[in-house]
């Protein structure tokens, strides 16, 4: 196996935090958690947590096709995190318009605070096939 490689994209959000938006370690790529942030603005994505959802799909595809793939459909295990399980099936919704068969694996938390104060974040795995 190769040593892991740090994955950037200005097509998703960045920051000044000391991690990486993506790391791939051969065939493997794990995405750090993204929020519905607007990697053009920076801001926070408006409407509600379907739209948000989206936004952070988005933000996954692009890490994901930054390090060689093909976004969504290579992502095999994601983990939705919530404010409020409230939210749990318009996100739902969101999300099942954006997979297809087969399913990733998923896990899903409520939590009491995200990062920037915003309902949902996710981060995910996905796997690229041989380098």
């Known amino acids: 196996m190769s040593d892991p490689a740090q994955i950037s994209t200005a097509d998703a959000p960045r920051n000044d935090n000391p991690y990486s938006q993506g790391a791939r370690a051969g065939d493997t790529l794990y995405v750090s958690g993204f929020g519905p942030?607007?990697?053009?603005?920076?801001?926070?994505?408006?409407?509600?947590?379907?739209?948000?959802?989206?936004?952070?799909?988005?933000?996954?595809?692009?890490?994901?096709?930054?390090?060689?793939?093909?976004?969504?459909?290579?992502?095999?295990r994601v983990t939705v995190y919530l404010t409020d399980l409230g939210d749990y099936e318009r996100v739902n919704e969101a999300y099942g318009k954006r997979f297809g068969e087969p399913l990733p694996a998923r896990a899903c938390v409520e939590v009491s605070r995200l990062p920037g104060d915003v309902r949902v974040e996710l981060d995910a795995v996905a796997f690229l096939g041989e380098e």
């Open 37 to 76: 942030v607007d990697p053009d603005t920076g801001a926070d994505v408006d409407g509600d947590v379907r739209a948000q959802t989206d936004q952070v799909l988005d933000n996954i595809a692009a890490v994901v096709d930054e390090a060689g793939g093909d976004g969504l459909s290579d992502v095999v």
